[in-house]
């Protein structure tokens, strides 16, 4: 049976691209006879809101999309992801890291540092200790290099057949668990997908990045390996991202202004977007 996933962060009111991905999520999934379950990804604590929540059921509704039993919400999961993490401790594949981000930004700036988007490595083979441990807040980091020698490079199917591999130097050390928050999108996202049962992922070419590590994840944590469908960026006509921040118009403003949900979704099925709009890739 195939099933797909729709998971929103409540941080901010719905847009058009939210609504491209649930859209073609719910199609795959009724096309196949298959489930479309609903996701809340609110790990973020700062930022996210109950009442964001209640704004993508009220979207959701209006563009006539119907999830399958009840949302997963990410919050109530903690015994979940600590149960992944630990798995992860035992194993050696993580270590405690105490940078911040200042202290990552000047460190990939100076002259002997990486130049890349990776982790340094800074506090990669600090020697244990507990009491700081207990005393300091700290993320947790995956080590890649001791989590490819042991799983390889990982590969991965889309949904138009074609495999990937990834490369090496696309695979640093990803933080598995936050600081502020018992897991980071990648350990949340591929221990949710299993347990739900997904079997292909539907979303953005712009996290396309994230599924390197995420295969990883789920070699390391045994977990089953779904298909993966990145569809084009819905942005404004002249290529600017849509982004909460920047106010992007929002469904909630569409249908106040009269927009009909269901002839919508059937026209981003399509293809075809609002004038304004355009699909890119990223």
Known sequence: ?????????????????????????????????????????????????????????????????????????QSHRRDRYDAALARLKADGLVYPCF??????????????????????GTCRNLADDPN???????????????ALDLAGLPRWTEQDG???????????DAIIARKDAPASYHLACVVDDAESGVTLVVRGEDLRPSTQTQRLLQILL???EPAYLHHPLVTHADGRRLAKRDKAPTLDAMRAEGVDGPALAAALLEGRLPLGFRLSRA
């Open 222 to 224: 045994a977990l089953p």
């Open 162 to 172: 074609k495999t990937y591999q990834a490369a090496q130097s696309d695979i640093g």
């Open 132 to 146: 700081r441990r207990a005393s300091t807040p700290h993320s947790w980091r995956l080590h890649s290099a001791k």
């Open 1 to 73: 049976m195939k099933v797909t996933r729709f998971a929103p962060s409540p941080s901010g009111r719905l847009h058009l691209g939210h609504a491209f991905s649930a859209v073609l999520g719910h199609a795959h999934a009724r096309a196949a006879d298959g489930h479309f379950l609903l996701r809340i990804e609110d790990l973020d604590t700062g930022r996210c809101r109950a009442e964001f929540v209640d704004g993508i059921l009220e979207d959701l509704a209006w563009l006539g999309l119907v999830h399958d039993g009840l949302p997963m919400v």
């Open 99 to 120: 940078c911040t981000r200042s202290d990552i930004a000047q460190s990939l700036t100076a002259p002997h540092g990486d130049a890349g988007a990776h982790y340094p």
